[in-house]
């Protein structure tokens, strides 16, 4: 497997963009837009910004579009997902325009396609799969979460399955709360996503998933990343859904957490 093929976990689980902190509500309906601060799991070193905007209708997202703004204050990355077709399996694409990698999902009919492509020049790669749930891709896991947060609670071990569009493949995923702890002086849960042997090349054991228990919001992602470093690989980060902006992103440039603040 190269490491290209991980892409598929992006703050998607994304580093996975989630979902907002828990002191916001999310609305019924309309836009909800939030950021999460990105650092290097080792050394703790700041590395983007995921700005994330939502649509919502009937108290339901509709499409979800993230800007990934790098240390220089300049967008790195584009992803925008669609929801209309099923709550947990987006059809999404993925740009990192530096190098030309693009992957996502789409529906050709009432075909599901996962699809990769690996530089500006390579060829498209494509594999055709079915909905067979419980299942998410992309930052719908955070749906299968919530849909499941009571028995995650319980101590129940969940399985899920997981379409990853950066490995071509349906993998199996197991989650399971592992402990608690505390964010901004709130009492959070950690949930544990293990994915049998795909992690063992990052040297990763597993995905971190801490959660308000009361919200059921996502408040910080550590695993797997969806972005490159200097090597033109994927590498483990921290994504932090904080309240406030850090001081190292604002004096990178990083945008406001607010609707329209990278548009132009």
């Not at 590395?47 to 509709?62: A, D, F, W």
């Not at 950066?166 to 592992?178: D, M, P, Y």
Request: glycine content about 8%; charged content about 25%; overall charge negative.
């Amino acid at each position: 497997m190269t490491i290209r093929s991980a892409l598929t976990w992006t703050g998607a689980l994304l580093a996975l963009g989630f979902t907002a902190p828990a002191a916001l509500a999310a609305p019924a309906d309309g836009a909800r837009c939030f950021n999460g601060y990105a650092y290097t799991l080792q050394g703790d070193n700041y590395r983007y910004t995921e700005h994330h905007e939502q649509q919502r209708s009937n108290g339901r997202i509709t499409t979800w579009d993230v800007d990934y703004i790098g240390t220089n204050g300049e967008p790195i990355a584009h992803k925008h997902m669609d929801f209309n077709a099923s709550d947990t399996v987006p059809t999404y694409t993925l740009e990192i325009p530096a190098n030309g990698y693009r992957e996502g999902i789409r529906r050709e009919g009432e075909q599901w396609v996962m699809f990769r492509r690996d530089s500006a020049d390579a060829p498209e790669k494509t594999k055709s799969f079915s909905i067979k749930a419980p299942m998410a891709a992309d930052s719908g896991f955070d749906m299968l979460v919530r849909e499941n947060f009571d028995r995650l609670a319980a101590g129940e071990t969940v399985p899920f399955n997981f379409a990853a569009a950066g490995r071509q493949a349906v993998i199996k995923l197991l989650a399971s709360q592992t402990g608690t702890t505390e964010f901004e002086g709130r009492q959070a849960v950690v949930f544990d996503a293990e994915l049998d042997m795909f992690l063992v090349n990052f040297f990763v054991d597993s995905l971190k998933l801490t959660y308000d228990p009361d919200s059921k919001r996502l408040l910080e992602y550590r695993g797997i990343g969806n972005m490159h470093n200097d090597a033109g690989e994927v590498y483990p980060v921290r994504v932090t859904y904080a309240s406030e902006m850090p001081d190292v992103a604002r004096q990178a440039g990083a945008p406001a957490a607010e609707c329209g603040s990278t548009d132009g």
